[in-house]
């Protein structure tokens, strides 16, 4: 492996680096196995621009834990791409988290994304 190769996964290790190196990417994104979650979720950011999973939660109403894992699941397919950390958002209730301060990333679409999902995205094409 060569000394560069590891220095960008050592940096991505490190949260220096935003993104994985792109040999390390998957590069699978088939539309057939997009479950409906799946697919809000993708186009919810598209219509946001960028987004968090709290942000997904409180446009959407789903399931904090579940928006989390799909998110991972679809920036591992290559669908979503991370743009940076913000601090997660206070509850009302007064707790903290027990993650830290900056636990929370901001998603973007990838630019070939929208047509994974079948077009155009908008709140029209989500029940279709």
């Not at 077009?119 to 029209?124: E, L, V, Y």
Request: charged content about 25%; proline content about 5%.
């Amino acid at each position: 492996m060569s000394k560069m190769l590891e220095f960008e996964r050592l940096q991505y290790k490190l949260g220096n680096r935003p993104d994985r190196p792109p040999c390390d990417k998957k590069n699978q994104h088939v539309r057939e196995k997009l479950t409906i979650q799946q697919k809000i979720i993708l186009q919810t950011v598209a219509q946001l621009g960028v987004a968090t999973a709290f942000d997904i939660v409180a446009c959407k109403g789903l399931n904090t834990y579940s928006v989390s894992a799909q998110l991972t699941h679809l920036y591992n397919a290559n669908l979503l791409k991370k743009i940076k950390r913000v601090p997660s958002p206070n509850y009302p209730n007064g707790k903290k988290k027990k993650s830290g301060k900056a636990d929370c990333w901001v998603y973007g679409i990838v630019d070939y994304t929208i047509s994974a999902v079948g077009g155009r995205a908008s709140s029209h094409s989500i029940g279709s």
